[in-house]
């Protein structure tokens, strides 16, 4: 990933430059200079990887993107970043965010290098060279439709090259929602036959057939969920030519099809693909070798905060480190900052250099949401854990070595303190010079609310995120530096496939199947089995496999399309429902005062038109095929 990513980056001025920023608009290549980008296999090569280039810019700044807008964490009020204008109803055609001009520029560069690739006959490329070639285009074409499919819905499919002085009337309009799946898992098809399902270190980005096979599966596992399938709100969406957009009739068989891919894809990836969850032995190699300590956690054995540290590494290690679980990744890479994922979400007053606090954003913050659907150690939601506290106790001291700790964080499950910080808990063990952090985030000197000192930059719910935080990170009082490094950003790997064809086969009733692909996950994830007798009209097998997929794919771009494809965004992301601890009320509040269950203070809302992005209202004007999404 490391190594393509370079690559991406340094052809991206190649990528801009050729195309422009009109739909579909695409400079036509009729430059005294440009038949330098394919004169020889080197350069045609660098003309490939602008082609991928698209694909890390839908990943960058992840944490603030538009899919970031769920019930997952908040962000600092004063942010107004992309995913707290879409969770506030505030895009409108003439304030349009979200993938179109990435993907279709892109699209554009990708038949510029079909186009000339026969054409330009670059030296030194073999007809083997060009087989692969034309794959991986097939692919990152089917990835940004993919993409634009999952912001905007039906999408116009864009199949061959446009030059700058094609028509408007000849441009595409929306095609049907199951067009555009059709056809994206058809060139997803196309280019896994020609794709090596593994590649090497140095060629970590590039696409491979396991990472078709993946993808294909999530398309249709979101084709056959309950927007796309009998329930979209909007029964009238039709494109100019009066052909409806979005079919209103259930079809048990867009599960079926999605099992298929699913068993398809796990099959591909545990053969071909030498994919496998993260474990605890490639885990403690990396931990011992970076000579990081065990977590402190109360009433746990070594062994629990082992797999604390399994965790955590999962999502900071790469393939060349033995991780071999992510099946396509990105790394992400802004305003010049390592990761703003990982700095965005580390705490203030790290450590001090010259007397100066210094440290992360505190931009991050899990609601209680989050916080009440991460497993007890039992595996088990906390108010269904009759062996947990109850409710009215949750805010109370759990009396532990830190009594700032309360109820509703002691006795959960390993991933819990793996990726969440709370009031009292160490977040991470050499990142204050060398020595563990022990949050104290009622105090306004330490990590607590401060607004004279950091101004925008405020935790607001009194928890924090670690999950793309590595373990051996370290802030040096001595220069105010640190080993921050760039985490990949996994944007599929073989956990959610079980997860994915868990879903499919609760769907079809089968619920053994179900059962067995949950307790894969939540094997590795070091919490019980779950059985026959764990279903109930409390939680439903489809609950487990919604709430599973919460816990384990947190944080990680899922939870924005999943609560919109079942139809209960609705429900989860209406006004009122986010809420954290009152951490944001006052400057050093007493235990008491902090520990309230308060409404973040944000303009959420929800209204249906939600479901989908809007079409710019340029985009329109330069496309009169093109209909604007209902509601806008």
């Not at 608009?25 to 296999?41: S, Y």
């Not at 700044?61 to 995913?83: F, G, I, M, N, R």
């Not at 104290?440 to 793309?468: E, I, M």
Request: aromatic share 12%.
């Amino acid at each position: 990933m490391k190594k393509l990513k370079k690559h991406i980056y340094i052809v991206c001025l190649l990528a801009f430059g050729l195309i422009s920023c009109n739909y579909l608009d695409v400079v036509p290549p009729e430059t005294a200079d440009f038949k330098d980008t394919m004169k020889d296999r080197e350069a045609t090569l660098n003309f490939l990887y602008s082609c991928y280039a698209g694909i890390p810019l839908l990943y960058t700044a992840a944490v603030y993107q538009y899919y970031s807008s769920a019930d997952e964490y908040a962000l600092p009020p004063l942010w107004t970043k992309d995913a707290q204008v879409a969770a506030w109803n505030q895009i409108s055609p003439t304030n349009a965010i979200g993938p179109w001009n990435i993907c279709y520029n892109n699209l554009g560069q990708c038949h510029i290098f079909l186009k000339e690739l026969d054409e330009l006959s670059p030296s030194g490329v073999t007809e083997e060279d060009k087989t692969r070639w034309k794959a991986e285009v097939k692919f990152c074409e089917a990835f940004y439709h993919f993409a634009l499919l999952n912001a905007y819905g039906p999408i116009p499919l864009v199949t061959r090259y446009y030059s700058q002085n094609t028509a408007t009337s000849d441009f595409p309009g929306r095609s049907p929602y199951d067009i555009c799946v059709d056809s994206i898992s058809k060139w997803f098809d196309e280019a896994a036959e020609n794709l090596p399902a593994t590649v090497q270190e140095d060629e970590l980005g590039r696409a491979t057939s396991t990472a078709c096979k993946a993808l294909k599966a999530r398309l249709l596992l979101y084709a056959a969920s309950p927007l796309w399938n009998g329930n979209f709100p909007y029964s009238s969406w039709k494109n100019k030519d009066g052909k409806e957009l979005v079919s209103h009739t259930y079809d048990i068989n867009k599960w079926k099809r999605a099992l298929e891919a699913c068993d398809d894809a796990i099959s591909w990836a545990e053969t071909k693909g030498e994919r496998s969850l993260f474990n605890l032995a490639t885990s403690e190699s990396i931990r011992k070798n970076e000579n990081v300590p065990l977590p402190k956690i109360d009433n746990v054995d070594s062994l629990f905060r082992e797999k604390v540290m399994q965790m955590r590494y999962l999502m900071t290690t790469t393939e060349d480190e033995g991780n071999k679980e992510i099946i396509y990744g990105t790394i992400i890479n802004d305003n010049s900052y390592t990761s703003e994922q990982e700095i965005g979400a580390i705490p203030h007053d790290v450590t001090t250099h010259n007397g100066t606090p210094i440290g992360g954003w505190s931009g991050i913050s899990p609601y209680l949401f989050t916080i009440e659907h991460f497993y007890t150690y039992n595996g088990r939601v906390p108010e269904l854990d009759p062996n947990f506290s109850a409710p009215s106790e949750w805010f109370t001291s759990a009396g532990l070595s830190n009594p700032d700790i309360i109820k509703l964080n002691e006795y959960r499950e390993p991933r819990f303190y793996a990726w969440l910080g709370y009031d009292g808990g160490e977040y991470s063990s050499l990142i204050s010079d060398g020595f563990p952090l022990v949050l104290s985030l009622r105090d306004s000197k330490k990590q607590g609310y401060n607004p004279d000192l950091y101004n925008r930059d405020n935790n607001v719910t009194g928890y924090f995120s670690k999950k793309y935080v590595q373990p051996n990170i370290k802030w040096r009082s001595s220069d105010g530096g640190s080993n921050m490094s760039e985490p990949p950003y996994p944007i599929i790997r073989l956990a959610e496939l079980y997860l994915d064809r868990a879903e499919c086969y609760a769907a079809l009733g089968e619920t053994e199947s179900s059962l067995k692909d949950l307790n894969i996950v939540r094997k590795r994830a070091g919490i019980p089995n779950l059985t026959t007798a764990d279903i109930s009209s409390k939680m439903t097998l489809m609950d487990w496999v919604r709430n599973e997929r919460f816990v384990e794919l947190w944080e990680e771009g899922q939870r924005y399309y999943d609560l919109r494809r079942w139809c209960l965004a609705p429900k989860y992301l209406k006004a009122g429902s986010r809420i954290g601890l009152n951490a944001m009320e006052k400057k050093d509040p007493s235990f008491t005062e902090f520990n309230v269950p308060t409404k973040v203070n944000q303009s959420f809302q929800w209204t249906d038109r939600m479901y989908l992005l809007p079409i710019a209202s340029s985009e329109l004007y330069s496309n009169p095929q093109l209909v604007q999404a209902p509601g806008y």
